[in-house]
């Protein structure tokens, strides 16, 4: 069933065309992942599809009777209402249903009155409603509903305009950014959500597992033209990458085919024939396709920084309140050459507050914070650039420094910097109040490289990134030799960059978990990020005590504690894949030439255990665990 079609629709913003003559349908059961750069109009034609905005050009046509539920980057709700109004006061049918039956109820002589009333609850369903409300609330941490909007925090409203959408029951769920100021639990909860709801999806994120995991179709708008992409997110990848390279190959015939035509064109005569015309004329469609160089940049920086020394950054006994709430207690910690440091936990456990004070932003209660002689951090906040009205964008870089030494010599200037992260000529040359939010991201990352910092702190650097700048900023990250300490809820991010973890519980405790992201979600096995509870294995994880580090009562070091549970992680993984294969083959519809594969990968996989078995028993023999 279509719900929707998008018929040659063109939007231009000043002098720049977003897109044009775009064509698109949506039906129903499709979750659709839109996919482009920033600038490209993503926004825009999300808010053309909702009914938001007018196309310049072209019709958006839907059914009569489609429900449809729009959750925008930045949701205006009423400042001087509390949550409860707010969602009261929105248009959710089954909200008007519920009214109209609770008024019938109270005047039941009115007979038809009360039947229709009653028909409308049954057909909405409306009867668990209430069930569904409170586990909505519940789950997007909306339990103090007399709050007042004015006075919350983006992430908060963020959620109330998410609930909002969930409970009007939408047949068609468009979301601009739906991850954006949601935690790891949320997040995860939320793609569970639509796995079980029959929801049909159209939706703008950068989060690359929510489109993995929720997606059913990528649609990509490049260079101008749509591509549509039958699966998830790792079908997009593969796919775009199978494309780009016929593009390749494509282009190199035109090129070739081009020196041969621009030959014929110097040699033919002035007087044209009808044939020559035809010839001539592919011979401009020929040279429009050998030169319609794809504009990609991949950052490779070697950077020569400071080098770090043997004190970078240590904590001692550090404690951190505010009022009755304990976010950081009697913690320790030091930081070691080349480190890279995921944190993650629940919002509010003092993730940021701990961020402020290793930059010595803010003060711990007690302890104290020791930083080395050699290192330079720069810090990327949530708070993002303050812009200079007048001011142009490589102004802007060059106020913190004019170049970055580069190894053997080389140097990279402001200029070069900007191109690397997305920034084309006329782009670096533009009024910075010009730039959507996620440029402007994109420019203050650039202000804080520039400085050639050693220890990079970062606070949800990738909020408001595309997809193509979020590769940019892992390639060079993934090349940086110093220290890095992120926090974010990109877990595709996160499982590319960091190399262990810190994970903020409820109580100000801290557990240093040997692993990224992935490695942890399949450690705790639910969405709970506190790791409150003892379990079994959790011997494993050093948490962090009062006592220094090289003092833990196991007497094991950090190093040899990261080893013990990377072995102990991979040997389950190499069971679980073994039984896997053993299981195989009782199908008895297995190809023989599967059989044989398997039974290959099989014999690879015990070997592999083997030798796994054979580390930790060494191990735990020389540490005497």
């Not at 939408?170 to 793609?191: R, S, Y």
């Not at 810090?379 to 190894?407: A, F, H, R, S």
């Not at 069971?575 to 519809?589: A, C, G, I, P, T």
Request: negative net charge.
């Amino acid at each position: 069933m279509n719900y929707l079609s998008v018929e040659n629709v063109s939007r231009a913003f000043a002098d720049k065309a977003l897109f044009k003559n775009i064509s698109l349908g949506i039906n129903q059961g499709q979750k659709i992942g839109f996919v482009a750069k920033n600038g490209y109009g993503k926004t825009s034609l999300l808010n053309i599809i909702a009914g938001k905005e007018e196309p310049d050009s072209g019709s958006v046509n839907r059914r009569n009777d489609l429900r449809m539920a729009f959750l925008s980057q930045e949701p205006d709700l009423d400042p001087n209402q509390t949550i409860e109004q707010v969602i009261l006061a929105s248009d959710i049918p089954t909200i008007g249903i519920i009214a109209r039956y609770e008024k019938a109820m109270q005047n039941m002589e009115d007979a038809d009155a009360y039947q229709s009333a009653f028909d409308q609850m049954e057909a909405a369903q409306a009867w668990d409603f209430e069930t569904k409300y409170k586990q909505i609330l519940s789950k997007l941490k909306l339990d103090d509903l007399s709050q007042k909007v004015g006075k919350l925090s983006g992430g908060q409203k963020k959620r109330i305009a998410m609930a909002i959408a969930l409970l009007s029951d939408p047949q068609l769920l468009i979301m601009d950014e739906p991850t954006n100021h949601l935690d790891l639990e949320m997040i995860e909860w939320l793609e569970e959500y639509f796995k079980q709801e029959d929801y049909t999806i159209l939706m703008v994120t950068h989060d690359r597992y929510f489109l993995d995991r929720v997606c059913n179709e990528i649609i990509e708008l490049d260079n101008g033209n749509l591509y549509t992409y039958k699966g998830n997110y790792s079908y997009y990848v593969q796919k775009k990458e199978e494309r780009l390279e016929i593009e390749q190959t494509t282009q190199e015939k035109a090129q070739q085919l081009y020196k041969k035509e621009l030959q014929w064109m110097r040699r033919q005569p002035k007087a044209r024939t009808t044939k020559s015309k035809s010839r001539i004329d592919d011979f401009y469609a020929i040279k429009e396709a050998a030169f319609n160089r794809r504009k990609e940049h991949q950052v490779e920086l070697e950077i020569n920084m400071q080098r770090l020394g043997t004190k970078i950054v240590e904590l001692h006994k550090i404690s951190k309140s505010f009022g009755d709430k304990n976010l950081i207690e009697n913690f320790n910690y030091n930081f070691q050459r080349g480190e890279r440091v995921g944190i993650i936990g629940k919002n509010g456990t003092g993730k940021s507050t701990f961020l402020n004070i290793i930059n010595g932003d803010l003060a711990p209660d007690k302890g104290k914070v020791t930083i080395g002689e050699t290192v330079k951090i720069g810090y990327y906040t949530q708070g993002g650039i303050t812009i200079k009205p007048g001011q142009k964008v490589i102004d802007v870089v060059k106020e913190y420094g004019e170049y970055i030494p580069l190894n053997k010599g080389r140097i990279i200037s402001a200029s070069q910097l900007l191109e690397r992260f997305l920034f084309d000529n006329k782009k670096k040359h533009d009024f910075v109040e010009k730039l959507s939010g996620g440029e402007r991201k994109r420019l203050y990352l650039c202000t804080i490289l520039i400085q050639n910092p050693n220890f990079l702190i970062l606070d949800e650097p990738t909020n408001d990134l595309d997809i193509p700048t979020l590769n940019v900023l892992e390639n060079f990250l993934m090349d940086f030799p110093g220290c890095i300490v992120v926090v974010s809820h990109d877990r595709y991010f996160m499982d590319k960059i960091v190399d262990h973890l810190l994970v903020f519980n409820q109580s100000g405790e801290i557990t240093d978990f040997p692993g990224n992201y992935s490695d942890f979600r399949a450690y705790v096995g639910t969405t709970d990020i506190a790791l409150e509870k003892e379990t079994p294995q959790e011997s494993t994880i050093k948490k962090v005590t009062p006592a220094p580090p090289k003092q833990v009562s196991s007497g094991i070091s950090r190093e040899d504690q990261k080893e013990l549970s990377r072995l102990e992680n991979k040997i389950k993984q190499l069971e679980q894949e073994r039984k896997k294969l053993q299981d195989s083959f009782l199908d008895d519809s297995l190809a023989t030439d599967v059989v044989t594969e398997n039974s290959i990968k099989l014999g690879q996989v015990k070997e592999e255990l083997e030798e796994k078995e054979m580390q930790w028993l060494e191990l735990t023999e020389r540490l005497d665990v």
